[in-house]
């Protein structure tokens, strides 16, 4: 396969998959295809990049393979190129936050506490 039309191919998997995910589109019809699909499968994989990316990269992926084997590579290969472009082009504001975060009560470890500056060069707690 040309490394041009691998690279195109991504870049059109990231395109659609932005244009679903995020954009208003001509007539806000985008915007409204997402407010349609509420809050079903269809809803939750629009409202969820890495997701949607998955669903465009798949006929692409079908469109450019030879083979089965190729087929996977290249699926899952064009939803990564497209995740990676929308991380390096997206907002710092519109990152999102992490999904989970750990809480010290529920740990079975007691919270780690800051040395302070004399205990630190001293080597003392």
């Not at 059109?12 to 407010?35: C, D, M, N, S, Y």
């Not at 087929?71 to 290969?77: D, E, F, Y």
């Amino acid at each position: 396969m040309d490394a041009t039309l691998l690279a195109l191919a991504a870049l059109a998997v990231w395109r659609t998959t932005h244009l679903l995910h995020a954009e208003a589109g001509p007539g806000q019809i985008f915007e409204r295809l997402r407010a349609r699909a509420g809050s079903g499968v269809f809803g939750q994989a629009l409202g969820c990049f890495q997701c949607l990316s998955l669903w465009v990269a798949l006929p692409m992926a079908a469109f450019l393979a030879d083979g089965g084997g190729e087929l996977a590579l290249l699926w899952l290969g064009l939803s990564a190129a497209a995740v990676l472009l929308e991380r390096v082009t997206a907002r710092a504001d519109a990152v999102s936050a992490p999904m989970y975060v750990e809480d010290a009560l529920d740990s079975d470890y007691p919270p780690i506490q800051p040395m302070d500056a004399a205990a630190s060069a001293s080597g003392v707690r």
